[in-house]
């Protein structure tokens, strides 16, 4: 079984914003290498909240510190989704169960 940094690991290469599934990808190819990096700093905080002992706060704390850095791009809903799913993908390596209704607060403007 692999370790939660090693899974952290391995999305960095996963997020890539192409084209997958009902996903079009992201048109615009500066702001695509640019997330992509953004995304890997993102989780190397992660990675460094887990050799921390981070707690479901601080990850939760990190989440929203991060997601509103996606702001300045004016991605379209489907980008948006995107991040948001990859923000899950996050959580799902740190076994992280809620975002706290940051990932609901950001995408759609309230927390249900």
């Keep these: ?3 939660k ?3 952290l690991e391995n ?3 996963e997020i890539t914003f192409e084209s997958e ?3 079009p990808g992201l048109a615009d190819e500066q702001n695509k290498t640019i997330l992509i990096i953004l995304f890997g700093n993102i989780i190397d905080e992660f ?3 887990t050799q921390q002992d981070f707690k479901e706060n601080d ?4 989440i929203a510190s991060n ?3 996606f702001d300045i791009y004016n991605l379209d809903t489907e980008d948006r989704e995107y991040v948001c799913q990859s923000f899950e993908k996050i959580m799902d390596a740190i076994e992280l169960e809620s975002s706290g209704g940051v990932l609901n607060q950001w995408m759609y ?3 249900p």
């Design 1 to 3: 079984m692999i370790n």
């Design 5 to 7: 940094t090693e899974q």
């Design 11 to 13: 999305l960095k290469k």
């Design 21 to 23: 599934g009902f996903y």
């Design 47 to 49: 990675i460094s909240g």
């Design 59 to 62: 990850y939760i704390n990190l």
């Design 67 to 69: 997601i509103i850095k």
């Design 109 to 111: 403007g309230f927390n």
